[in-house]
């Protein structure tokens, strides 16, 4: 596979700033060597396999703007601005980045310019018409418009030729259609169809499907090659042939030997041109596709002068057989000359030389008269009638004008070469393999999707213009063949009967040679293209190294170019010209091509079923119906044009599926459906168990942490209801909870929780599992539920609970810690954290938005969940008609206009729609307000840390805790309840009073007006009072343009080092959500969630 490198536009040294995976802009050059300096982005490691560079700005990038840190609008987010840079830097950070055009030009360069190989890359700037349009026009229109359609109007008649048409055209415009889907969902590198199928489907898919691919692309230079080689033989050069039959029957077989030796020689000089350099058949490539473009105009211009100035070229009929008109002069059986009536040359080869009153001649010739037609009777002649229905013909079968009259005879074997047969058996099927290359070339516009501009709106603008203006050019060519041209005409695949000319030359105007001097061109066009390509495809699947026996093809010359892997497609070409007949060669490429198309229809179909959440194409008008139309067509297809080569085909991509299964795939069979059932299952698993998930197959796996009350009863259903509008029945939920006791006690109790859980799952409709721990201290409870759910792969990956609410009114710092010390364990175990605030106001799963806005509040860049999880939501039904709005807050010293040209274009790499605003926040001074709310906050800690210092104190608070609440032993994640099992005091606190006690406890009373006196003339921390500011700040910004949100996705900022400062964070966070009716606090999970490749 190429290898892919980050490289900044203005600055070529290294950067410490390592690429964001999804984010940052990917040179997809295939350097053809190792390059120390860059990081693999989405490519394998050198094994297969995959790996993934660090999601986050360097702290090496993050300490030279130390700065930053102390800005006081952001200080909330201070302490992690390593790991969760400003979106403002990041954003700068993208602008430096660029994709290098990919294919041949760097090579090019490499060519012109060997001294300056580091030269500032151009930008894409390739459009619709030159990038996509004009290059698929050029693969689809070929050599079977001009040496077959004619042919193939003429056995199949008009409508089904029509039929023909309109299925091969149909199949690769519903491949299209699919492929728009998955080009346009992200950037696709080098390899196109390859690299789409093989990360949609897997390397399975992908290398199998990639090989057929690179053999039907291979074929297809043999294909372009032998009409080449016909053309040049047959109407170019007639005495270049070195093999000459030496009666007619075996014509064929020397025709043949000719087309492999002359083919074998253009290959070989083809080869060397590709060797030598991509850039001459690129810089030819305009001129091969300006006589494609001549020689159909020439075409249409003929056929409308038809209409009342036919061309000239007439048919010589023996009865109603067809005769190959040069082998005699005149049309006639006689001729005079002077006053003498004598044999003519056609007498002479079909009547032994004597007298002309007794002649010995062919019993047919006697009995039937010669006349002559008009080989192209015009538009308007109604030839079209004749020419609607089919006429299949065996091998050797005369060609015969229906119409005229004629005895039947038998005529000599030994006059057999004086007339026009067929020289292969004819029947739709075959037309169909043998139409089918005319309609591939689709894939030319993904190709080049690192040369286009927009390559998210050209390649399906492009392609399905391009299908649809080939598909009415051959459509309307049936139509103009079948007007224009006589029946036997059109059956006589190389033009014997009007003088070797090509067929469709006839009708071009001005003269025939434009047809064929054109048809020669862009075959030879073609063929190099197809040369071109098809080793750069072998290059990408060896250098993925999923089929360890090609890895030797991935290597080529310093520049890049795959010498290896242009011999292999030499040799195989080479088999494709020995085969050296056209109508042989076309099915087998068909194969290739329709199990290629095939496999895009279903990677499309799968996609859309499965509805992963990288799945957001930009091309809409898609749909799995479709994708499964396309498929069915492409297999048909298969069969309907030869049933054994669609076996061979299919054989050879089921191997290489297996072959690469296998590599590091390991069975077991177990006994009858169960075994079966389990051996999948850990065969999965283990599957799983590889690696993480690529950024692009990444999903949040929920852990919901439930609270339940005394009766078991769930308190706050609705998380639940979010889990199930945010999952939409997909990927892994896991429903957790914690029972406060002793295990051997409680396991009733715990079955009963678990019971409680699953109906209320039931009725929210959420697909998943439930586990339910009891354990000593909540705290430890909910550590383990977050470090042992789930199995091998299947395993969460983000973590969902809810708000401690009352956490002001409790006396009892429990309430709350447990709630921080969840976040910094989800934290320390790299998982993602949503936390819903004021949950019981979230939608249920019966209520429509039938408006409104979810805004998005992208504060810190820490993976991308906020971007996500918007995307998700709106998947169901409930959140589907919201708009979404993504807000993000600018500095002093940002350009916010930049920031947001900047964001428009990064949402629209991700194929994510929404409005775009960015919110200045100048810096102001610390109003008085945050200052009195800081100092609040402190004053109400030092209070809360004075009531816990005497032991007796503490006892009454556990008796008061006692009385509050009745003993239950079911625990609360971050409820007001004990964590502890605290000893059970007796009814009366009992206390001995001595001397030194009572002393002690005159004291404390003596000295409370001093410690009143000590929280009145606190002065609160500065960071802390920063802290605050920015909670205040923020907060007043949200309200003023969130205020009506549906919901607001917010990023959370992360809980304090120092735990000294818990309980002022559980404030900050307060004072950041005041005023909001529907919150959803997010932090990333230390990885990247979203990409913008497909």
């Keep these: ?271 060397v041109v590709v060797f030598v350099g991509v850039k001459y058949v690129n810089k030819l490539a305009s001129l091969f596709l300006a006589c494609v473009i001549i020689s159909i105009v020439s075409i249409y211009a003929g056929a409308i002068k038809s209409m009342t100035h036919p061309p000239e070229f007439p048919i010589c009929m023996l009865g109603n057989r067809t005769l190959v008109r040069d082998r005699f002069d005149v049309c006639a059986k006689t001729v005079v000359m002077g006053n003498t009536t004598v044999p003519s040359q056609l007498w002479d080869r079909f009547c032994l030389p004597g007298n002309m009153s007794s002649p010995q001649c062919d019993d047919y010739f006697i009995q039937n008269n010669v006349t002559e037609i008009q080989g192209i009777p015009g538009l308007g002649s109604g030839i079209i009638r004749e020419n609607m229905w089919g006429n299949y013909m065996q091998k050797g079968e005369i060609l015969e004008k229906p119409g005229l009259q004629s005895v039947d005879a038998h005529g000599g074997m030994e006059n057999f070469g004086m007339y026009v047969s067929a020289d292969i058996a004819t029947s739709f099927t075959l037309l169909v393999g043998i139409f089918f290359p005319s309609a591939t070339g689709i894939m030319a516009g993904s190709n080049r999707s690192g040369d286009l501009r927009d390559a998210q709106k050209s390649i399906p603008v492009g392609t399905i213009l391009a299908i649809t203006t080939t598909s009415l050019v051959y459509l309307s060519s049936v139509v103009l063949f079948g007007s224009c041209i006589e029946g036997v005409v059109l059956r006589d695949k190389f033009g014997d009967a009007v003088r070797k000319n090509l067929v469709v030359g006839t009708l071009s105007w001005p003269s025939p040679w434009v047809i064929v001097i054109g048809s020669f061109f862009s075959t030879v066009g073609a063929g190099l293209q197809s040369l071109t390509g098809a080793p750069r495809l072998l290059q990408a699947i060896a250098k993925d190294n999923i089929i360890p026996f090609l890895r030797v093809f991935g290597h080529g010359k310093t520049n890049g170019e795959p010498t290896w892997a242009l011999l292999l497609t030499g040799l195989i070409a080479e088999l494709g010209i020995l085969i050296a007949s056209l109508d042989m060669v076309a099915p087998i490429l068909s194969m290739f091509f329709l199990m290629c198309y095939l496999f895009v229809n279903l990677a499309c179909a799968v996609q859309t079923l499965l509805r992963t959440p990288n799945w957001r194409p930009r091309f809409k008008y898609y749909h799995w119906a479709l994708s499964f139309l396309g498929m069915s067509m492409c297999l048909a297809l298969m069969f309907i044009s030869s049933w054994y080569y669609a076996i061979v085909a299919m054989g050879i991509a089921g191997m290489i599926y297996k072959y690469i299964e296998y590599q590091g795939a390991e069975k077991e069979w177990g006994d009858g459906i169960r075994g079966l059932s389990l051996s999948a299952a850990r065969y999965a698993l283990l599957r799983l168990e590889v690696g993480p998930p690529h950024t692009k197959n990444w999903r949040p796996q929920l852990l919901v942490l439930l609270k339940l009350d005394e009766d078991f009863h769930v308190k706050y259903p609705r998380l639940l209801t979010f889990a199930s509008q945010l999952k939409a029945g997909k990927g892994l939920t896991i429903v957790g909870s914690v029972i406060h006791g002793n295990f051997l006690d409680s396991y009733g109790e715990m079955q009963a929780a678990e019971q409680a859980i699953k109906n209320m799952m039931e009725i929210e409709r959420v697909k998943g599992f439930c586990q339910v721990v009891v354990a000593s201290k909540v705290r430890e409870g909910v550590v383990h539920l977050i470090q042992s759910c789930g199995l091998g792969g299947m395993k969460h990956n983000t973590v969902v609970m809810g708000w401690p609410y009352g956490w002001r009114q409790s006396e009892d710092p429990r309430a709350w810690k447990t709630f921080i010390n969840t976040v910094r364990c989800t934290t320390a175990a790299h998982l993602a954290l949503m936390v819903p605030k004021n949950v019981s106001f979230y939608p249920s799963n019966h209520e429509r938005f039938t408006d409104g806005n979810i805004d998005v509040w992208w504060i810190v860049h820490d993976g991308g969940m906020l971007m996500l999880l918007p995307f998700l939501l709106k998947q169901h039904k409930v959140w589907r008609k919201c708009r979404m709005r993504i807000f993000t807050v600018a500095q002093m010293d940002d350009n916010s206009i930049q920031m947001k040209k900047d964001l428009a274009t990064f949402l629209y790499q991700l194929r994510i729609e929404a409005e775009v605003e960015v919110v200045e926040m100048h810096d102001s001074d610390i109003s008085a307000y945050t200052y009195e709310r800081t100092l609040m906050m402190e004053q109400r800690s030092q209070m809360l840390r004075q009531m816990r210092l005497s032991s007796a104190e503490r006892q009454r608070e556990a008796q008061l805790v006692k009385d509050r609440h009745s003993l239950v032993r079911m625990g609360s994640l971050y409820s007001d309840e004990e964590e502890e099992v605290v000893e059970a005091p007796p009814e009366k606190v009992q206390m001995t009073w001595t001397r030194e006690k009572c002393e002690a406890e005159r004291r404390n009373r003596n000295n409370a007006p001093e410690n009143f006196r000590e929280l009145m003339s606190l002065k609160p921390d500065q960071s802390n009072v920063r802290r605050m500011h920015t909670a205040v700040k923020l907060n007043e910004v949200i309200v003023n343009r969130s205020h009506d949100a549906r919901l607001v996705l917010l990023n959370m900022p992360g809980p304090p080092r120092n735990t000294d400062g818990d309980e002022n964070y559980m404030e900050f966070l307060e004072v950041l959500t005041e005023g909001l009716e529907r919150v959803l606090l997010v932090r990333g999970g230390g990885r990247e969630v979203i990409t913008i490749y497909s």
């Design 1 to 271: 596979m190429p290898h892919f490198t980050v490289v900044p536009v203005k600055d070529q040294a290294q950067s410490s700033y390592d690429s964001l995976e999804g984010i940052n802009w990917v040179d997809y050059r295939d350097t053809g060597q190792d390059c120390p300096d860059h990081q693999d982005t989405v490519s394998s490691d050198g094994h297969g396999n995959h790996k993934e560079d660090s999601p986050f700005l360097s702290s090496a990038d993050a300490a030279s703007k130390k700065n930053d840190f102390y800005d006081r609008n952001l200080a909330l987010f201070e302490e992690e601005l390593d790991i969760r840079p400003k979106v403002s830097s990041l954003l700068s950070r993208l602008v430096s980045y660029t994709n290098i055009t990919q294919g041949a030009k760097e090579h090019e360069e490499e060519e012109s310019a060997q001294g300056s190989r580091r030269k500032t890359p151009k930008s894409p700037n390739m459009g619709t018409l030159m990038g996509v349009y004009l290059p698929c026009l050029q693969n689809i229109f070929g050599v079977i418009l001009f040496l077959r359609l004619t042919w193939i109007v003429g056995m199949a008649g008009i409508m089904q030729s029509l039929l023909i048409v309109l299925m091969c055209c149909s199949c690769t415009m519903l491949t299209a259609i699919s492929m728009s889907a998955i080009a346009t969902n992200g950037v696709v590198p080098a390899g196109g169809a390859y690299f789409m199928i093989s990360r949609s489907l897997g390397p399975e898919f992908g290398g199998a499907v990639g090989l057929c691919f690179y053999l039907g692309t291979t074929f297809a230079s043999a294909m372009y090659i032998l009409g080449a080689i016909e053309i040049f033989l047959k109407y170019l050069v007639p005495q270049a042939a070195i093999f000459h039959a030496t009666d007619p029957p075996g014509s064929d077989s020397a025709m043949l030997n000719n087309m492999r030796i002359y083919g074998s020689v253009c290959l070989s000089l083809m080869a």
